[in-house]
């Protein structure tokens, strides 16, 4: 999943904004009564009363407009195309998929429930065939009924990626590896339901024929890129500008970077959807391109929450936590922020050196200018997000960075340097995107850190906006001399597939695109990803997960900064609110209701 | 009444107007060359910041031959051109996409034409622009002009001890403070932007903080330099001749003295109305007002290069005739001035 939100602001405004924020403070003084962590004065939950658990669920009432505020538009609103984490939560308004995560709080929330199927798969054929049957009353927003053919159709069109490129593409690797279907574009059959891995014998029958096994398949079912298209509403490029819903609210209105308006979809049945409650009439986006404004904005109540879901700015961070800490919940995002090293940039294909680096960062510095504790997260100590399966979160840190080696450890990491032929240390490049003012400030701490043991940093900023081109291309990393990349990843779906596998595997070098920016080439850990597809039973799965996850620490690959926490929003008129891991600690906006419907 | 015969005044107007097509294909070709050729030159493939975390293959050949890139760049610029008079047709991996004349360009990000999008927002930019006009001109020459004739008062000494904090504060500062005070703290101005056509009190709400925050700097700028021209005008031979002829003192001001002073008034007026309308991204950014100066940013962020042409090409376009308008109006003014 992809997070993203604006902000690029510029130097000069810290002044401007210190005083603004010691008016807003002031303001906010006179607005209500102070909230503690219990929250009862302006009806809000109180701290952390919706992380990991459902605030007010009783609260929730039919009807009233839902209020979104963002500082950034979708990717896409194409179910097919879009990739940021936000997309997929709010998509579930207007799609649904044969299996979706449950709509519980937590670890519960990444888990697979029945969609439009009336159960999961039934998997036979050691894993290579999945079969779904549909639900009846399943329609779309003409009142026509969703068929397997329908479903089919959606999933072929990530195979179209010419036209409909950005979104994930699991299913096209795990379901046509050799890459023989063209899409439904380019499909001669005449239902251009040429894709010869997915059968639908009737209406209400599909199945999936997969050449290997993958024991996440279902969890790419799960993924908004698996939603129904009908094809006789498919607009292609622009079916994203109005997708045909097949959910409980249907698009009303939408002009890309100002408003979005969805209104109920009337021919939706509750009796068809065991997952939506469906509880506010209408749902409305208003983006907004002050960040601070936003902010201000949901704190006055004149919207619900944040779309995008990646915390408040330092700005209403600290008005919020001062007047307003019973609407707060301080989720851990799934996301990691960490240093990765280019084995093709040198020393760093020694892994001496490697750990040099590792333990001579103050950890401690790097998690403050992430924003603390708090709002920026606790201490990274491995690679595995504490919400995958086979996480050890803390509890794993072979370097100590959480411990003893917290501040930095000079003689370890002289020791290292040694053992890397560099006794006196050396030069490198640290590459950083210049539109995240938190990542910069990473890398001028970790410059600071390092100039201890005698690695001289010189930090390149880079164009935020060009990051696939310019850190994605190994070939061009090396021409720079990026020796240390500033990056940070969240699951696409909770497993080590999910999250590791464009990481860490071998087979996702690429010469554009890539990911993989430490170029791992690791015969066990591709060994363990081999295992980790074949392997069904979740304890099995999560002990793999735990394997690589040790593998990758030990190669000294990556230097984690945080687990990256949030400080995210919720207005007191908001009912029935949880955070979920299925969507990286964000709220499940699915099932969010309002108190009043006025 | 324009003077220099009505033909003169043609052959003026037609001169300027191809000097502003001849400087509307140079601005395209630089933002072009701004945006495909600096990334080439750096090793940067911009097909691949289009597609997303995944970056199939196919996707970046597919970007690729949408917008053009494999083509050199005259073609591109050539493409851009006609487009504009005949309408484009996007086409790749059997997907179709007309665009009709006149067409700016499509915006591959937000899957719309160009054209509808400039005129959707321009709305909101003219009436920023033009509110904020309109104050600034009543304080900004009103403030100027009582400095000029109470010099060394009281009066003048605060009215320029403002000028210049009105200067001296960007914009970013002001709109913030304006919003946090009346705005958030107050709550006298909900300041947030509603389409005129959806409700005249609503947009009269919304759009009031950012034409005082923006009028506040103009007329700061325009009291200090109404002030400078006034004192030297009063000081010129006609304004002694004036008053010795015996003219009241306020006939002296207002039909001898602020005429002149008028003239690099309009001249500013013109350069800075021109601007404004082509997007006042600070202000527009600071109260989330949804005009072009928005949508360019927005476009910034996410290497949207038709829509940074196409605003682009309507600064430039707003630029170039807000001049022509001022030189003409000149001639209005100024009984001098020939447009020869």
């Known amino acids: 999943m992809t997070t993203q939100r604006t902000s690029g602001r510029r130097k000069q405004a810290a002044a401007a904004a210190a005083v603004v924020a010691a008016l807003l403070t002031t303001a906010a003084c006179g607005g209500g009564g102070k909230d503690d962590d219990g929250g009862t004065k302006n009806g809000a939950a109180g701290f952390d009363a919706a992380n990991n658990k459902v605030a007010q669920a009783s609260l929730a009432k039919k009807g009233g407009e839902l209020k979104f505020a963002s500082a950034q538009d979708a990717d896409s609103w194409d179910t097919t195309r879009g990739y940021y984490g936000f997309m997929w939560n709010f998509s579930r308004y207007y799609s649904r998929q044969l299996v979706t995560n449950k709509t519980e709080p937590g670890k519960a929330g990444a888990e697979i429930t029945p969609d439009l199927a009336t159960d999961v798969a039934k998997v036979t054929d050691d894993g290579k065939t999945y079969t779904y049957t549909l639900r009846d009353g399943i329609t779309w927003e003409d009142g026509k009924p969703i068929t397997s053919k329908d479903i089919k159709y959606g999933i072929e069109r990530v195979w179209a990626q010419d036209v409909l490129s950005g979104g994930p593409t699991y299913l096209k690797d795990v379901l046509d590896p050799k890459g023989e279907y063209e899409g439904p574009y380019k499909d001669k059959s005449a239902d251009k339901l040429g894709l010869k891995a997915i059968d639908t014998p009737d209406d209400k029958t599909i199945i999936f024929h997969l050449p290997k096994a993958n024991s996440d398949f279902e969890e790419m079912l799960a993924l908004t890129s698996a939603s129904p298209v009908r094809q006789d509403k498919d607009t292609k490029s622009k079916y994203g500008l109005h997708p045909f819903s097949s959910g409980p609210y249907k698009f009303q209105s939408y002009s890309p970077n100002k408003d979005l308006v969805l209104v109920r979809n009337t021919e939706w049945k509750a009796s068809s959807d065991p997952v939506r409650k469906a509880y506010p009439d209408k749902i409305s986006i208003k983006f907004f391109t002050n960040a601070n404004d936003l902010d201000s904005r949901l704190i006055a109540g004149d919207y619900d929450l944040d779309l995008a879901q990646t915390g408040l700015s330092p700005q209403g ?145 880079y164009d935020g906006a060009q990051t696939t081109g310019i850190i994605g291309s190994p070939s061009n990393v090396q021409k720079k001399g990026y020796g240390i990349i500033i990056m940070g990843w969240g699951p696409d779906f909770p497993s080590v597939q999910g999250y590791g596998l464009p990481l860490w595997s071998s087979k996702y070098i690429q010469q554009s695109g890539n990911n993989n920016y430490a170029l791992i080439k690791d015969k066990e850990i591709d060994g363990l990803f081999d295992d980790y597809v074949n392997t069904l039973d979740d304890s099995g799965k999560a002990k793999i997960a735990t394997e690589i996850n040790h593998k990758v620490m030990e190669g000294g690959y990556y230097l984690p900064f945080v687990f990256e926490k949030f400080i995210n929003w919720r207005s007191s008129r908001l009912a029935n609110v949880y955070t979920t891991d299925g969507y990286s600690g964000m709220y499940d906006f699915v099932n969010l209701g309002l108190k009043s419907t006025k | 009444m324009v003077r220099g015969g009505p033909l003169a005044v043609l052959a003026y107007l037609i001169r300027r107007l191809f000097a502003a097509a001849v400087m509307l294909v140079v601005i395209v070709v630089v933002v072009f060359g701004i945006f495909f050729l600096i990334p080439k030159w750096a090793g940067v493939d911009i097909a691949t910041s289009f597609v997303g975390k995944q970056a199939d293959p196919a996707a970046v050949e597919g970007i690729r031959q949408k917008l053009g890139l494999s083509d050199p760049i005259y073609a591109q610029v050539w493409e851009f051109f006609k487009g504009i008079f005949v309408g484009r047709t996007y086409s790749g991996g059997g997907d179709v996409t007309e665009c009709a004349a006149p067409c700016f360009g499509y915006s591959f990000r937000s899957e719309q034409a160009i054209w509808p999008v400039l005129t959707d927002r321009f709305p909101v930019t003219l009436g920023l622009a033009l509110g904020a006009a309109v104050l600034w001109l009543i304080f900004g020459v009103a403030a100027g002009v009582l400095s000029a004739l109470k010099r060394g008062t009281l009066w003048d000494r605060g009215a320029m001890v403002v000028a210049l904090a009105g200067v001296s504060l960007p914009i970013y500062f002001t709109g913030l403070l304006s919003l946090a005070i009346f705005s958030y703290g107050l709550g006298w101005i909900d300041a947030e932007y509603v389409p005129l056509e959806d409700s005249f009190t609503g947009w009269l709400g919304g759009m009031i903080l950012p034409w005082i925050t923006l009028a506040f700097l103009y007329a700061a700028m325009y009291a200090r330099i109404t002030r400078a021209t006034m004192m030297e005008i009063l000081g010129e031979d006609y304004i002694r001749t004036a008053r010795a002829k015996g003219l009241k003192e306020q006939v002296v001001i207002r039909k001898h003295a602020m005429r002149s002073t008028m003239t690099p008034i309009l001249t500013m007026l013109g350069m800075d109305l021109g601007a404004l309308i082509g997007g006042a991204i600070l202000t527009e950014t600071t109260f989330s007002l949804p005009g072009l100066g928005q949508a360019v940013l927005n476009a910034i962020k996410n290497q949207d290069l038709p829509v940074i042409l196409g605003v682009t090409l309507i600064t430039s376009l707003a630029v170039l005739i807000a001049n022509l308008v001022v030189d003409v109006l000149y001639a209005v003014i100024d009984p001098r001035v020939r447009l020869s």
């Open chain 1, 317 to 461: 961070r600290t008005t919020a936590l001062k007047e307003h800490k019973a609407n707060l919940d301080n989720p851990v995002s799934g996301y990691i922020r960490y240093a990765v090293f280019p084995q093709s940039v040198k020393p760093f294909d020694n892994e001496h050196c490697r750990k040099a680096v590792i333990y001579g960062a103050d950890h401690v510095s790097l998690q403050t200018a992430r924003g603390g504790p708090v709002a920026g997260g606790d201490i990274g100590t491995n690679m595995l997000p504490p919400s995958v399966p086979g996480s050890e979160g803390q509890d794993y840190d072979p370097y100590e960075l959480a411990g003893a080696n917290k501040n930095g450890n000079v003689a370890k990491a002289k020791e290292e340097l040694k053992a890397c032929g560099k006794p006196n240390g050396f030069k490198t490049t640290i590459a950083v995107r210049n539109n995240k003012p938190v990542e910069v400030a990473t890398a001028e701490s970790l410059q600071a850190s390092l100039k201890k043991i005698g690695i001289t940093v010189d930090i390149d900023q």
